[in-house]
């Protein structure tokens, strides 16, 4: 590619957006966001499906949804906006038709996310067979923690992932009852889609999904990986 300056452009060019990396002034350059559905079991029940017979789906957020700055601005356009703890999973490296037993040679770290979602705008597309995005890419709609790296970290398959709403647990499971493990998840993704280092992924959330309001304090975290604080504006 030919190496141009803001000049070549017709309009100034968006910077790429970046996650701070923890324990450096470094940062991790975000390429595309994809999310799984449905992966914890207890959730998938308690939003009416069979967990057992679906393979994994995935949607997308847009890069600029991932902020690490623990404000949530509550969003336009929905009166029921719910709070979904994921861990995220930040990939070094790509590929296609990646073997899932290498997958995890790809991931350069971990972190927890909230694929926060407007329910109403999002039921109201799986009734009329449309796209999620207004139910899910909105602006701001990826509060995230910084990326904690798998040096550090390793690459966590079981212990707690949690969420606090104002003090209270709302949400609690185990990294161990994901239906779909995040190599299996690399895997597939990348039978669908060519990945990239700067990728995340958003890796399904457990039970326990509520609503957010004005003024509340969310706390969330994943064992041996880290915590995140954000508060609803
Ligand atoms: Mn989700």
């Known amino acids: 590619m030919v190496d141009r300056t803001a000049m070549d452009y017709v309009i100034p060019p968006s910077p790429r957006p970046t996650l701070p990396v923890a324990g450096s002034d470094l940062l991790f350059p975000v390429r595309r966001v994809y999310c799984i559905g449905r992966n914890y079991a207890e959730h998938a029940r308690e939003m009416g499906h069979d967990p057992d017979r679906e393979p994994p789906f995935f949607f997308q957020k847009s890069p600029e949804n991932l902020i690490a700055d623990g404000v949530f601005p509550f969003p336009a356009h929905s009166s029921d906006v719910q709070f979904e703890v994921e861990m995220a999973v930040f990939l070094k490296s790509g590929g296609v038709d990646i073997d899932a037993a290498r997958a995890l040679d790809h991931v350069f770290g971990y972190g927890v996310a909230l694929d926060m979602t407007r329910r109403d705008l999002q039921g109201e597309a799986k009734k009329l067979g449309r796209p999620w995005e207004v139910g899910k ?97």
């Not at 798998?150 to 707690?160: K, L, V, Y």
């Not at 999904?209 to 041996?224: K, M, S, T």
């Open 137 to 233: 890419a909105f602006e701001h709609s990826a509060p995230c923690s910084p990326v904690w790296p798998a040096a550090q970290t390793g690459h966590p398959s079981a212990g707690e992932i949690w969420l606090d709403q104002n003090g209270t647990r709302r949400q609690t499971g185990d990294l161990q009852q994901m239906i779909w493990g995040v190599g299996e998840q690399i895997a597939v993704l990348s039978r669908y889609f060519k990945l990239g280092g700067g990728d995340v992924i958003l890796t399904g959330t457990p039970a326990g999904v509520g609503r957010v309001a004005r003024g509340d304090e969310l706390d969330a975290g994943v064992a041996g990986v880290g915590q995140l604080h954000v508060t609803v504006a």
